[in-house]
């Protein structure tokens, strides 16, 4: 099945999409680096953090544009339904997307750590890369969700909501109920690596990845029950 996509996918710019993305913050990470080499690696990786998860809601939205757009181009969308096992169709994509945007990450902070010095701040990045790319499953699930029933107009929406949401949370302290909104936990995941107490914390982050496989279990009964989108 995760074959038959990336044969849909050869036709279309997700190939290039994925490169000059990856790419461009790749060399945006690395360059910021060499310029501000005077300034403390904790501080540099705080901000590159920040920066990555900040973007994240829009490099979720247009990943997941590009994998279902070909279906749509193809007026594919209601064969997605007549599958036998429409459950592991919707994961399919929903692990496509999340591995692209793994990948990248990945590809990402562990050039930046190279070039920072993996024996100086290998630990605090390994830890963002796990712990950002297990947080993550949420958002791509929930923007091919706003994709699959509503288009792409809305889950854009939604990630530009996203994105401002988590520029506030970069400048505030979040407390409360806050900390559970998904946006927020790319800013708390940094601060607990950044400060080493991502430990102190594993009941909160329990909680979310608790949240996360309820939400999952959810989307997955209503793609059961979905009767494609109305036009």
Aim: some cysteine; hydrophobic content about 55%.
């Amino acid at each position: 099945m995760i074959q038959a996509q990336l044969i849909k996918m050869k036709r279309t710019p997700f190939a290039w999409y994925l490169f000059l993305s990856t790419v461009g913050l790749i060399g945006m990470f690395l360059l910021y680096n060499v310029l501000y080499n005077y300034k403390p690696v904790e501080e540099r990786l705080q901000l590159l953090f920040e920066i990555y998860g900040t973007f994240l809601p829009l490099l979720h939205a247009l990943t997941v544009f590009f994998i279902i757009n070909p279906e749509e181009q193809m007026a594919n969308m209601y064969q997605l339904l007549s599958v036998k096992r429409r459950i592991t169709q919707f994961l399919t994509l929903a692990f496509m997307v999340w591995s692209m945007e793994s990948i990248r990450l990945l590809l990402t902070f562990g050039l930046v750590g190279l070039q920072v010095g993996m024996m100086v701040c290998g630990k605090q990045v390994l830890l963002f890369i796990l712990g950002e790319a297990l947080l993550s499953m949420l958002g791509v699930t929930f923007h091919l969700w706003l994709n699959l029933k509503f288009g792409v107009a809305l889950s854009m929406f939604f990630a530009i909501l996203e994105l401002l949401q988590s520029v506030m949370y970069s400048n505030i302290t979040i407390v409360g109920i806050w900390k559970y909104l998904p946006t927020a936990w790319p800013m708390e995941w940094k601060s607990d690596v950044m400060n080493q107490a991502w430990g102190g914390q594993l009941p909160f982050w329990g909680s979310c990845v608790g949240l996360i496989v309820i939400a999952m279990a959810l989307f997955c009964a209503w793609f059961c029950r979905w009767e494609g989108r109305k036009k």
